[in-house]
C-alpha cells in the first residue's frame, strides 16, 4: 500500500522559513519524479515544484520560484520542500505527490499523494 506522510508544517510569520519532508512506505521513491503541491480553502490545487528521477533536475512555479526548494533522499524515500521568505499567501495545506518532470517538461501529474501538512503564514 503507497503511503505518504508529510510533516513540518506550523504557524510561521512572513519572512520565516519551514522544511516539509515527506516519508515514502510501500513505494520505492527512487523509481518515480516527485513534487509538492499545495490548497488553499476555496482555492484551486496549485503545483509548487518537481524533481527528476534520473538527473535530479528540478522545476518550480513562478510563486515559488527563487523562495523554495525541493531535494530527495532516495535512501531514506524522502523528498522534502525548504521554504524561505514565506509570504501570507503561502498560506495552505502542502502534499507532496507522484509527479512526472524531466526533460523540461513538467506534466503535474499527481497520482498517488499524503493527507498534507498544513502551513499558515501569519503576524
Known amino acids: 500500500q503507497v503511503q505518504f506522510v508529510e510533516s513540518g508544517g506550523n504557524l510561521v510569520q512572513p519572512g520565516g522559513s519551514l522544511r516539509l519532508s515527506c516519508v515514502a512506505s510501500g513505494f520505492t521513491l527512487a523509481n518515480y519524479a516527485m513534487g509538492w503541491f499545495r490548497q488553499a480553502p476555496g482555492k484551486e490545487r496549485e503545483g509548487l515544484s518537481c524533481?527528476?528521477?534520473?538527473?535530479?533536475?528540478?522545476y518550480y512555479a513562478d510563486s515559488v520560484k527563487g523562495r523554495f526548494t525541493i531535494s530527495r533522499d532516495n535512501a531514506k524515500n524522502t523528498v522534502s520542500l525548504q521554504m524561505n521568505s514565506l509570504k501570507p499567501e503561502d498560506t495552505a495545506r502542502y502534499y507532496c505527490?507522484?509527479?512526472?518532470?524531466?526533460?523540461?517538461?513538467?506534466?503535474?501529474?499527481?497520482?498517488?499523494w499524503g493527507q498534507g501538512t498544513q502551513v499558515t503564514v501569519s503576524s
Open positions: 505527490a507522484t509527479d512526472i518532470c524531466g526533460a523540461g517538461v513538467w506534466e503535474r501529474d499527481y497520482e498517488y
Open positions: 524533481i527528476s528521477i534520473s538527473d535530479g533536475s528540478t
